[in-house]
């Protein structure tokens, strides 16, 4: 696979909620859980199951930090 977006973590699947239209997908990218909502349908096209290995890739044009 290739793709421009240069923020691309390689986890595991840890949980799928499927809701009307989208799933919440949970990745893990080693002890950090992302969570993505996307259709049902990408859900089904692309396999996704609970253990499946999968990529979180992360597409912005800002991305804020904070601090306590």
């Given at each position: 696979m290739k793709i421009s977006?240069?923020?691309?973590?390689?986890g595991k699947?840890?949980?799928i909620t499927e809701g009307a239209v989208?799933?919440?997908v949970k990745i893990d990218?080693?002890?950090?859980?992302?969570s993505s909502s996307i259709t049902n349908e990408a859900v089904k096209e692309l396999?996704?199951?609970e253990g499946k290995e999968a990529y979180a890739i992360i597409k912005a044009s800002n991305v804020?930090?904070?601090?306590e």
């Open positions: 977006a240069r923020n691309q973590f390689k699947v840890v949980k989208h799933s919440i990218i080693g002890g950090n859980v992302i396999g996704l199951a804020m930090v904070g601090i």
